[in-house]
């Protein structure tokens, strides 16, 4: 059991140690990274797509990279926006790690990006311990998976900087209780903005643009109770991270997966 424990441990230390000189090489170009945690039918895809179609408008260099364990479709319904798009194939693997998001990166993204979105795996529980090097790390629930998705998915709800609610024009057909859920996301992460939107109706879109932009002109950001209890309780200062990261530092009780190496393809 030590034996394990000390792999997962390196695995991540590893991880860690990638995100933080990805941040460092992100903020010397003027890029900001926003990684993007949700469960599959959130309406992620939906409501990033919107977001990149209106930067394009406003003339807001932007750029997406989008993962998922097989098919393109994200990366095809993305590149209607008309920005950058590249599609990641984890074969399997179910989250990213900051390897292999320097790696997708390097040749591809364009020199003069302001916001990268990374739509990582649908998934709640993998990518939630994994620091990209990002940001901003944004997770997503719409309002019909429930009012205890934050009380279920602690960790990803608990280090999230911005919880962003979908699907609101649903919110009275689905039964949805916006109180019980905003008590519990407050359980979890006290303090975080929860943000309410609908891509279909356009309620709030452009905010999650604001909040990138603000981040990169050096806007503080959310720094949840349960990244600094990680950071304070891990041996040594490996994950101590500069501020305003307050996510970076993996979960202690991560775990992490072997995987094949995934395969790119881009679009648009």
């Known amino acids: 059991m030590c034996r394990l424990t000390d792999l997962r441990q390196a695995v991540l230390e590893r991880n860690d140690s990638r995100a933080e000189r990805l941040r460092t090489e992100l903020a010397a170009r003027g890029t900001v990274a926003v990684n993007l945690l949700s469960s599959p039918g959130s309406g992620k895809t939906a409501l990033l797509e919107a977001e990149l179609r209106l930067a394009r408008e406003r003339g807001l260099p932007a750029a997406a990279l989008t993962a998922d364990l097989a098919t393109e479709n994200d990366a095809r319904r993305l590149a209607r926006s008309g920005v950058p ?4 194939l984890t074969d399997g693997l179910c989250h990213l790690e900051a390897e292999m998001l320097a790696g997708h990166l390097a040749g591809w993204l364009p020199k003069n990006t302001r916001l990268l979105f990374v739509e990582n795996v649908g998934n709640l529980v993998c990518p939630a311990s994994y620091d990209l090097g990002e940001s901003l790390r944004v997770v997503l629930a719409s309002v ?8 279920k998915y602690p960790t990803a709800f608990g280090l999230a900087q911005l919880v962003v609610v979908t ?17 519990n996301v407050r359980q979890v992460n006290p303090g975080v903005e929860v943000l309410e939107t609908s891509a279909r109706t356009g309620l709030n879109l452009g905010t999650l643009l604001e909040r990138a932009l603000s981040v990169g002109e050096g806007a503080a950001v959310h720094r949840p109770v349960m990244a600094r209890q990680a950071r304070e309780h891990a041996p040594g200062d490996s994950h101590a991270h500069a501020e305003p990261h307050a ?4 979960h202690p009780h991560a775990e992490p997966h072997p995987h094949a190496e995934p395969h790119a393809h881009v679009q648009g």
Do not use: C, I, M, N
């Open 144 to 151: 019909t998976e429930g009012e205890d998705k934050p009380l």
């Open 247 to 250: 996510h970076s530092g993996p």
């Open 85 to 88: 798009v590249k599609q990641v």
């Open 167 to 183: 699907k609101q024009d649903l919110a009275q057909a689905a039964g949805f209780d916006r109180e019980a859920f905003l008590a």
